[in-house]
């Protein structure tokens, strides 16, 4: 087993997970896993930059998982960063926060990358299901990003396009920075003709209606499946695999796009940095369902942090082995 550190850093959230992993068979044993909402996105579709209170919150985050890191003894560190970073202007500032902190440079990775760390993480453990049809279509709803990779036990073509929950909802449903309460028809049909369009996009390089089971990943979808479950908290452990069918994922969309505020903020499951999100990220999930005409969604708790850990575990792993 090798103790590696792999940290995700998206537009919406920073993640953490310190595990000892088994570079031959993917095998992860969890020591510590962690998420901080630090909307490090934010005003970044519009401003092309990183704000600064995004950055203080996002080294803030930093400064914790530092100490955790060092307290566990991870024989090496991952830092990944998504969607955000890839496209602001002064992503540099970012960088340079970063590498004080946890003494790692942010890799500012591409979409395909992403999308391969995100499949790895997500199939490892599906690759002898034998009640799962193959390929897999693994669907990663970030907040600034969605990643679309058709794949079997590696992966056979994949496309990020740019629509999130929360370059949706910034970009639809905020008006003089306040969020409409609840979105009308003409934003929630405008933030749906994107998602139509970057399905377009996707369907030119991946091969979606080939996909024979959708794998969901990341929080829009799990906070999803946790309300369609109708958990009373949140629970890992029942959400990772279960398999919610379009009728249950339709009528929790419809109901986050036709809540206030704070009849989202009271579900039980609900964390208080994707209140305002969620119904974005649940109507991209929607339209991915109608457009590969799914009738259920598997979801995973694990994704593209788990993915970073074990290709960390694996390059560790041949670095030992090289003369």
Avoid: W
């Amino acid at each position: 087993m090798t103790r590696v550190a792999a940290i995700d850093c998206g537009t919406n959230s920073i993640r953490l997970l310190v595990a000892d992993c088994d570079p031959g068979t993917g095998e992860l044993v969890e020591l510590d896993r962690r998420m901080l909402v630090v909307r490090l996105g934010q005003g970044v579709d519009k401003t092309g930059r990183l704000a600064p209170e995004a950055l203080e919150r996002t080294f803030a985050a930093c400064r914790e998982y530092a100490a955790v890191i060092k307290e566990l003894g991870a024989q090496k560190v991952r830092f990944v960063a998504t969607s955000a970073s890839r496209d602001a202007e002064n992503r540099e500032d970012f960088v340079r926060g970063v590498l004080e902190i946890l003494g790692v440079e942010p890799e500012v990775i591409s979409g395909d990358l992403e999308a391969e760390f995100s499949f790895t993480g997500a199939t490892r453990e599906l690759t002898g299901a034998t009640h799962l049809e193959r390929p897999f279509l693994v669907v990663d709803i970030g907040g600034g990003s969605t990643e679309f990779v058709v794949g079997e036990e590696h992966v056979l073509a994949a496309r990020s396009v740019d629509v999130g929950c929360v370059r949706m909802t910034e970009r639809h449903l905020v008006t003089d920075g306040v969020v409409t309460d609840p979105p009308t028809r003409e934003q929630i049909a405008a933030i749906r003709a994107d998602v139509e369009a970057a399905l377009d996009l996707a369907a030119e390089a991946v091969p979606l209606a080939e996909a024979r089971t959708l794998v969901g990943l990341a929080g829009s979808v799990t906070t999803v499946a946790a309300i369609a479950l109708g958990l009373s908290e949140y629970d890992s452990s029942a959400i990772h695999h279960a398999r919610i069918p379009y009728e249950k994922v339709r009528e929790v969309s419809e109901r986050m796009l036709t809540a206030t505020h704070a009849e989202r903020a009271a579900i039980p499951v609900m964390h208080p940095g994707r209140v305002d999100v969620i119904g974005a990220g649940a109507l991209v999930l929607l339209a991915v369902m109608e457009r590969v005409g799914a009738t259920e969604v598997v979801v995973s708790e694990h994704d593209i942090l788990d993915g970073i850990a074990i290709k960390t575990a694996e390059d560790v792993e041949a670095a030992r082995r090289r003369p």
